[in-house]
């Protein structure tokens, strides 16, 4: 059997019948009846899997009967025409051989009520489902397409630090790091003792690459992140995770118009990108759990993207409630948008995704380019229908003096700042940059409705298991 050289499967289903093949995979079903078994074969390499026909006759009755959903096995054979299975190829089993047996008693997917939520407790057998097979495919040509788009440009994809002296940033609450014993805490004047820690100071995961970008950016001029970031925040809903991946580019040289036409350009390549490489796996997922999904990738290629102000959008959102659109939160001239207003904004008024602008400056990061207006700040948000924002970012404030004035106004510590301040004081530039979550790029690209359903691990308020 192994003077044969195993192909995928992926391969097999493509290639021309007539000749002896090698698969090895996972028994998705069998069924057939005494003369002859049907084996579906999966080894995750596609959606599909292959038919392999067994006859009775030519294989030990228990080996056959050891051959259940879940099963690993090698079967060698002849590929040949297939006329019932749905492909054009199958495999005629000369040889089989029985990896390791699945106990149909006590194997989880077995069982009919295979729920996402259900999966989400047994999170290492769930990969083995066809819904998560998908869903890790279209995450790994999403990475790749990403990493294609910045290097094709010209990019410089930027390795930023995990960990990171806290405060700096501002972008969500942090998890702490380090190696103190908490059962015992060293304590000067009342307080936590951080010299004695790992780093002599008090240090976090990351929540943004951005600060530590822009210092790429000004040096090499277009750089990106692709990281994990991390926000402890207690959000339990189907957009948020503690842990997620972010994808930051920051642009020396671009101003916010700039800005807008890369963060377009940039999601319209990645849905380009999944239509053209991934559609047995999203023609799976239309079918499986939204039927509007490969039209809406569609939908959003055509058109260009609404570009509005936020005070244009409160204006229609005030509208829209004096119409007697009822939200469940309040909207005015400086509350932060809800994922509510966002998808009203974008499936109900607009129909198409919108780009927000010039935010209220209290509701924004420090870093965010101050408008003339005194009120509000160059910063831009994308968003997108069913998930609301999916990109936020913003052009960067390059005057030293507007951007000291700002940090001492809201109260932070210019020090800890210095090395990121320093990049206002050598040879400022005006540059931009924005921040994709990936989960929420995949939520939009597989139509999940739970983002937890897009990371084959996650991370959410008491749940770190696997
Ligand atoms: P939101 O208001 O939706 O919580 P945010 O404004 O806090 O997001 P940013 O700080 O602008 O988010 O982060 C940039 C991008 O990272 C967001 O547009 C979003 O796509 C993604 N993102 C932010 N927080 C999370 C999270 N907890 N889980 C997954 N993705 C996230
Ligand atoms: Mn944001």
């Known amino acids: 059997m192994d003077t044969l050289k195993r ?51 030519k294989f030990d009755e228990q080996l056959l009967k050891d051959i259940t959903t879940g099963a690993s096995i090698a079967v060698k054979g002849h590929l040949v025409p297939s006329i019932g299975s749905g492909q054009a190829v199958e495999i005629q ?29 047994i999170a290492h057998l769930r990969l083995r489902t066809n819904t998560f097979g998908a869903v890790l495919r279209i995450r790994n040509a999403m990475a790749f397409a990403i990493h294609k788009f910045f290097y094709d440009k010209g990019f410089v994809y930027l390795h930023t630090p995990l960990i990171t002296e806290s405060d700096a940033e501002g972008a969500g609450d942090m998890f702490q790091v380090t190696t103190l014993d908490l059962a015992n805490v060293p304590v000067h004047g009342g307080k936590v003792d951080f010299s004695k820690d790992f780093f002599g100071k008090k240090t976090s995961l990351t929540v943004s690459g951005q600060l530590e970008g822009e210092l790429g950016a000004t040096a090499v001029g277009e750089i990106y992140t692709f990281g994990p970031t991390f926000r402890a925040e207690n959000s339990n809903t189907p957009r948020h995770l503690a842990e997620f991946w972010m994808i930051e580019p920051e642009m020396a040289f671009y101003d916010i118009e700039d800005n807008m036409e890369l963060a377009e350009e940039f999601v319209k390549f990645l849905v380009q990108y999944a239509l053209d490489n ?5 023609r799976f997922l239309n079918d499986k759990y939204d039927d509007g999904l490969v039209e809406r990738l569609r939908s959003v290629l055509g058109i260009d993207f609404e570009r509005v102000t936020y005070t244009r959008a409160v204006e229609i959102l005030e509208d829209a409630v004096a119409h007697g659109v009822q939200f469940e939160y309040p909207v005015h001239w400086g509350t932060d948008f809800q994922s509510e207003h966002e998808r009203y904004l974008v499936e109900k008024h607009f129909g198409r995704p919108v780009i927000l602008t010039d935010f209220p400056k209290d509701i924004k990061a420090f870093y965010m380019k101050q408008n003339d207006d005194g009120k509000t700040v160059r910063g831009m948000d994308v968003l997108f229908p069913k998930i609301g924002e999916i990109i936020g970012g913003s052009e960067r404030e390059a005057s030293l003096e507007k951007l000291e004035a700002r940090i001492d106004e809201l109260g932070m510590s210019r020090k800890n700042l210095e090395w990121y301040i320093d990049t206002r004081r050598y040879g400022t530039v005006p540059h931009s940059g924005f921040g994709l979550g990936f989960e929420r790029l995949l939520l939009f690209v597989t139509g999940m409705a739970n983002i937890r359903d897009v990371i084959p691990f996650p991370r959410t308020p008491k749940n770190a298991e696997f």
Do not use: H
């Open 7 to 57: 192909r995928k499967v992926r391969d097999l289903l493509k290639a021309e019948p007539g000749i002896e093949v090698l698969a090895k995979g996972w028994v998705r079903t069998k069924r057939g009846n005494r003369q002859v078994k049907f084996i579906a074969l999966n080894d995750g390499s596609t959606i599909n899997n292959i038919q392999v026909v067994a006859e009775a006759g």
């Open 93 to 121: 089993a000369s040889e089989i051989e029985l990896y390791g047996t699945c106990d149909p008693v006590r194997y989880p997917l077995q069982k009919k009520d295979t729920s996402l939520e259900f999966l989400r407790s």
């Open 278 to 282: 991934c559609m047995d796996d999203l």
